[in-house]
């Protein structure tokens, strides 16, 4: 299904968090959502899924608008994957995913067969059946990560939101994770810090900095060592992995930076990050 995030702006207590940012997410693409530590990411992703009314701009799921559709409406369209979830520690994985099920459910019914293929389904996706009847808070971060992941994925909608779903996976669980997000027919749009995986897995970038779009296209079109330059302040050079043909990133060091007497600056405009 296919997600317009139309001219969204996001104010918060005065502060425009997300300024005019527009992109489309084709049906069953995979964009990631790259930018700095406080670029906006998080922010917009609240809009996405519903939990943050913008304060102009819309985002559409599908052609409707998500704030014209019920929250049941829009739990059968949207996933969501945070980064630190809270969740009942005494539960188990497979009751945890089994939550996944519940904008399936009519009041008062009982689990169905297709609730638990489902739930089936996405424990065995996620690699999680080692640990499925084992509580929560027993689990490593990494192995919770997993589980919120098999959550969304037996919720079985159309369109996945993650917000930085890598944290506190080792490296080959955060290759896995984002091939199989990659490969789900679900239209995904996944916050990264890792600019790596995300050139290499995700099938349009849109690279966010002070609450705007700085760059938006194919990994290839956006990885660049100048935004890379402007937006994180790191050098880098893009070359292509020997081992597996996709984009590669070689980060090199931070760019000093210049301070230009910020006490003079006009109010309301921002000084570059880097000059
Ligand atoms: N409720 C709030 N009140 C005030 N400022 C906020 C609020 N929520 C977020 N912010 C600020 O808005 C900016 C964007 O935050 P956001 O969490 O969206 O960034 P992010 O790109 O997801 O960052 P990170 O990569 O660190 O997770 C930050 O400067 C943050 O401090």
Redesign the pocket.
């Known amino acids: 299904m296919r997600v317009e995030v139309d001219q969204v702006s996001i104010d918060?207590?005065g502060?425009t968090?997300v300024d005019c940012v527009s992109f489309v997410a084709p049906a069953g693409a995979t964009v990631g959502l790259l930018?700095?530590?406080?670029?906006?990411?998080?922010?917009?992703l609240r809009a996405v899924y519903r939990a943050h009314r913008p304060a102009s701009g819309s985002v559409r799921i599908g052609g409707e608008d998500v704030w014209c559709l019920r929250a049941r409406e829009a739990a059968h369209r949207t996933a969501v994957v945070l980064?630190e979830e809270q969740r009942e520690f005494e539960f188990s994985a497979r009751e945890t995913v089994e939550l996944g099920r519940i904008p399936h459910r009519r009041p008062g019914r009982r689990t169905q067969g297709s609730d638990e293929e489902a739930v089936g389904r996405a424990i065995e996706l996620c690699g999680i059946g080692e640990y499925a009847d084992r509580p929560l808070g027993s689990l490593s971060g990494g192995e919770r990560q997993r589980v919120a992941v098999a959550r969304a994925i037996a919720q079985e909608t159309p369109v996945l939101v993650m917000d930085?779903p890598t944290n506190h996976l080792d490296v080959l669980a955060q290759i896995e994770l984002l091939e199989l997000v990659s490969g789900l027919a679900t239209t995904t749009i996944v916050?990264l810090?890792d600019l790596g995986l995300a050139a290499a897995y995700c099938d349009h970038l849109v690279v966010?900095d002070r609450g705007r779009v700085a760059a938006s296209g194919r990994p290839e079109t956006v990885m660049t060592a100048a935004l890379i330059a402007e937006v994180y302040g790191v050098t880098a050079e893009i070359g292509v992995n020997p081992l597996t043909q996709r984009l590669a990133v070689h980060l090199g060091a931070a760019i000093p930076r210049t301070i230009t007497n910020p006490v003079v600056q006009p109010a309301g405009r921002k000084e570059p990050r880097h000059s």
């Open positions: 918060v207590h502060s968090l930018g700095p530590n406080g670029s906006g990411k998080s922010t917009l980064q930085e916050a810090h966010l």
